[in-house]
Antibody, heavy 120, light 107 residues
Framework: EVQLVESGGGLVQPGGSLRLSCAASGFTFNTFAMSWVRQTPGKGLEWVSAMNFDGGNTYYAGSVKGRFTISRDNSKNTLYLQMNSLRAEDAAIYYC?????????????WGQGSLVTVSS | IVLTQSPGTLSLSPGERAVLSCRASQSVNSMFLAWYQQRPGQAPRLLIYSASSRATGIPDRFSGSGSGTDFTLTISRLEPEDFAVYYCQHYASSSWTFGQGTKVEIK
C-alpha cells in the first residue's frame, strides 16, 4: 500500500523558515517523480514544486521560486521542502504527492497534509 | 492556462446524475487533464487521468470526457460518499494548474 506521511509543519513568523518532510513507503521511491501541492481555504489547490525521480530536475511555481527548495533522499525514501522567507500567503496545508509523468502528468497518491501557519 | 470549473456548487439528491464542467482558457492536451475528489478533512484523491481513464479502484459510475478546451466529469448515480468537492487539473510547460473546484452537495 502506498503511503505518504508529511511532517514538519507548524507555526512560524513571517520571514522565518521551515522544512517539511514526506516519508514514502509501499512503492519504489527512487523510480517516481514527487511533488508538493498546497491548499488554502481562499485559493483552493496550488501546485508548489516537483522533482524527478533522481533529483536531477526541479520545478517551482512562480509564487515560491527563489524561496522554496525541493529535495529528496532516495536512501531514506523521503522528500523535503525547505521553505525560507515565509509570508502570510504561504500559510496552507502542504500535501506531498506522487507524480506520474511521461504520457501523462498527474498526482496519483497524496499524503494527509502538514499545516503551515505563518503569523507573528 | 486557466481552468474554470462550473457550476461552483451543484445541489443534487442521491441517485441523481452529476455533470461537472472544466473549461480551459486555451486548447490543452487531453492526456494532461485529470480530475480529483476531495471529501471534507481528507486529501484529494485521483479519479480520472488523461481526461477519460479511471484511476485504480475508482467505481465505473465516474467517467470523464472532453477535448480541446471543454472537459466533463460525470457521476452517473450519486452515492452518499460522492458528495464532495471536485477539482480538475492540467499540466503544461513544467507547471501544474488546478481549477477552483465544484462542490457537490446534498439537496
Amino acid at each position: 500500500e502506498v503511503q505518504l506521511v508529511e511532517s514538519g509543519g507548524g507555526l512560524v513568523q513571517p520571514g522565518g523558515s521551515l522544512r517539511l518532510s514526506c516519508a514514502a513507503s509501499g512503492f519504489t521511491f527512487n523510480t517516481f517523480a514527487m511533488s508538493w501541492v498546497r491548499q488554502t481555504p481562499g485559493k483552493g489547490l496550488e501546485w508548489v514544486s516537483a522533482m524527478n525521480f533522481d533529483g536531477g530536475n526541479t520545478y517551482y511555481a512562480g509564487s515560491v521560486k527563489g524561496r522554496f527548495t525541493i529535495s529528496r533522499d532516495n536512501s531514506k525514501n523521503t522528500l523535503y521542502l525547505q521553505m525560507n522567507s515565509l509570508r502570510a500567503e504561504d500559510a496552507a496545508i502542504y500535501y506531498c504527492a506522487r507524480l506520474r509523468v511521461g504520457a501523462t502528468a498527474h498526482f496519483d497518491y497524496w499524503g494527509q497534509g502538514s499545516l503551515v501557519t505563518v503569523s507573528s | 492556462i486557466v481552468l474554470t470549473q462550473s457550476p461552483g456548487t451543484l445541489s443534487l439528491s442521491p441517485g441523481e446524475r452529476a455533470v461537472l464542467s472544466c473549461r480551459a482558457s486555451q486548447s490543452v492536451n487531453s492526456m494532461f487533464l485529470a480530475w480529483y475528489q476531495q471529501r471534507p478533512g481528507q486529501a484529494p484523491r485521483l479519479l480520472i487521468y488523461s481526461a477519460s481513464s479511471r484511476a485504480t479502484g475508482i467505481p465505473d459510475r465516474f467517467s470523464g470526457s472532453g477535448s480541446g478546451t471543454d472537459f466533463t466529469l460525470t457521476i452517473s448515480r450519486l452515492e452518499p460518499e460522492d458528495f464532495a468537492v471536485y477539482y480538475c487539473q492540467h499540466y503544461a510547460s513544467s507547471s501544474w494548474t488546478f481549477g477552483q473546484g465544484t462542490k457537490v452537495e446534498i439537496k
